[in-house]
Structure formats: structure tokens, C-alpha cells
């Protein structure tokens, strides 16, 4: 018996512990940086599983086509494209990228507006691909794929939330996934200033 309530006493103070663990931003904050940017999120790996967009539970998932269950790696840059088009049926329209000093929260606002998608209302909500495609040490490396696969996919014109007149951190996933990704592509980026909601430049690779 005393046994048991040692076990139970240690199991509550494990959860209060790994619940305690801060949200990032999408690696940058989980798409996309704390300090840094878009579409990742640079967070420790609790925030995947509580972040309150993406956190259901790794059942509902189980019906997809490309889970993490039964491999070793995570799904390719082309098979989550061709997930984001069959499962998502989305053609690539109305892309919003954010990268700081934009937030998430200002993709979102912007999305809705413009009846447009974002990060995580492709990957999110109850289809939770964080952690349907990723083991748990891999994260990272699943949400840089994620964003990668995203940015295949999108096509012009693209919005991307960042301050006017700013310049986007050195290492964040725009700069150093997103961005290059459409710019080879040569999709049409627009560049929208969170605070007024307008384009601040209409061709901002140019």
C-alpha cells in the first residue's frame, strides 16, 4: 500500500512538472521562434503535446494515411505534400507565413480575413501532425519538414506577417526554410504589417 501511494505521489509530481514547461512560438515557436519566426516552433518538446492548438490526442490521428507508427522516420517532403492536398484538399491558395517580430496569433487574425490558411490550422487542430509524425526526440526535424512541405505547396500570392521596414531573425525558419523555398519557386510574397493589417510591400523578393 505504501508502495503504491509512493508511485502515485511520483506519477502527479512528474505531470505537474512537464506541465509547468513553457509554450514557444511556432520553433521559432514550434513553425515559428520565441525571438525568432514563422512556421516552426524552437520550444521544448511538451509544447507540442500541450500547445493549444495541436493538443488532441495521438488517437485521433490514427485514420490518416502517413502516421509515425511503424517507422522509424518521418514522412518526406512529398508524402506531407501529398497529404496537404488530399487529406487537407488544399490547392496552395491563400498561404500566411508569420516570422517575428509577427506572431502566429497575427497569421491567424490575417487568415481569417482573407479566408486563407496558416501553419496550424493545416497541421493543427485535430489532426495534431506534430505528433502523429514524430517520435518524440524528432520533432524538429518533423516541423522544418512540415514547413518545407508547406512552402512546396503554396502558391502566389503568399502573405508573409512581419513588421514593415523589419528584418527577420537570422535563424528562423523563414529565413532559412520558408523563404528560400518559395523564392525558388518564384511565388509572389507579400509582406502585411501585423498592427494595420496592409501590405507594406507587394513583391517583397524583389
Same mark, same amino acid.
Given at each position: 500500500?505504501?508502495?503504491?501511494?509512493?508511485?502515485?505521489?511520483?506519477?502527479?509530481?512528474?505531470? *505537474?512538472?512537464?506541465?509547468?514547461?513553457?509554450?514557444?512560438?511556432?520553433?521559432?515557436?514550434?513553425?515559428?521562434?520565441?525571438?525568432? %519566426?514563422? %512556421?516552426?516552433?524552437?520550444?521544448? @518538446?511538451?509544447?507540442? &503535446?500541450?500547445?493549444?492548438?495541436?493538443?488532441?490526442? !495521438?488517437?485521433? /490521428?490514427?485514420?490518416?494515411?502517413?502516421?509515425?507508427?511503424?517507422?522509424?522516420?518521418?514522412?518526406?517532403?512529398?508524402?506531407?505534400?501529398? &497529404?496537404?492536398?488530399?487529406?487537407?484538399? #488544399?490547392?496552395?491558395?491563400?498561404? /500566411?507565413?508569420?516570422?517575428?517580430?509577427?506572431?502566429?496569433?497575427?497569421?491567424?487574425?490575417?487568415?481569417?480575413?482573407?479566408?486563407?490558411?496558416?501553419?496550424?490550422?493545416?497541421?493543427?487542430?485535430?489532426?495534431?501532425?506534430?505528433?502523429? #509524425? *514524430?517520435?518524440?526526440?524528432? &520533432?524538429?526535424?518533423?516541423?522544418?519538414?512540415?514547413?518545407?512541405?508547406? *512552402?512546396? /505547396?503554396?502558391? %502566389?500570392?503568399?502573405?508573409?506577417?512581419?513588421?514593415?521596414?523589419?528584418?527577420?531573425?537570422?535563424?528562423?525558419? &523563414?529565413?532559412?526554410?520558408?523563404? @528560400? /523555398?518559395?523564392?525558388?519557386?518564384?511565388?509572389?510574397? !507579400?509582406?502585411?504589417? @501585423?498592427? *494595420?493589417?496592409?501590405? #507594406?510591400?507587394?513583391?517583397?523578393?524583389?
Amino acid at each position: 500500500m505504501k508502495f503504491l501511494t509512493l508511485l502515485l505521489a511520483l506519477s502527479l509530481a512528474i505531470v *505537474s512538472l512537464v506541465s509547468s514547461f513553457p509554450l514557444a512560438e511556432h520553433e521559432d515557436d514550434y513553425h515559428h521562434n520565441c525571438t525568432n %519566426s514563422t %512556421s516552426v516552433f524552437h520550444h521544448h @518538446p511538451s509544447a507540442i &503535446w500541450h500547445h493549444p492548438t495541436l493538443g488532441v490526442q !495521438k488517437s485521433d /490521428v490514427t485514420s490518416h494515411n502517413i502516421t509515425q507508427r511503424g517507422r522509424t522516420t518521418p514522412p518526406t517532403v512529398g508524402e506531407m505534400m501529398k &497529404w496537404l492536398k488530399a487529406t487537407r484538399h #488544399w490547392n496552395g491558395a491563400n498561404a /500566411v507565413f508569420w516570422t517575428y517580430p509577427g506572431t502566429d496569433s497575427d497569421a491567424k487574425k490575417f487568415a481569417s480575413n482573407i479566408n486563407g490558411v496558416y501553419f496550424d490550422s493545416l497541421y493543427g487542430n485535430q489532426y495534431n501532425m506534430v505528433e502523429a #509524425w *514524430s517520435n518524440g526526440d524528432n &520533432w524538429e526535424q518533423v516541423i522544418d519538414l512540415m514547413s518545407e512541405a508547406l *512552402s512546396e /505547396v503554396a502558391r %502566389s500570392p503568399v502573405y508573409l506577417m512581419l513588421t514593415k521596414d523589419a528584418t527577420p531573425k537570422g535563424d528562423s525558419t &523563414w529565413v532559412n526554410i520558408e523563404a @528560400p /523555398v518559395l523564392k525558388r519557386r518564384r511565388v509572389t510574397v !507579400k509582406a502585411v504589417d @501585423p498592427s *494595420s493589417g496592409k501590405v #507594406w510591400n507587394d513583391n517583397y523578393f524583389r
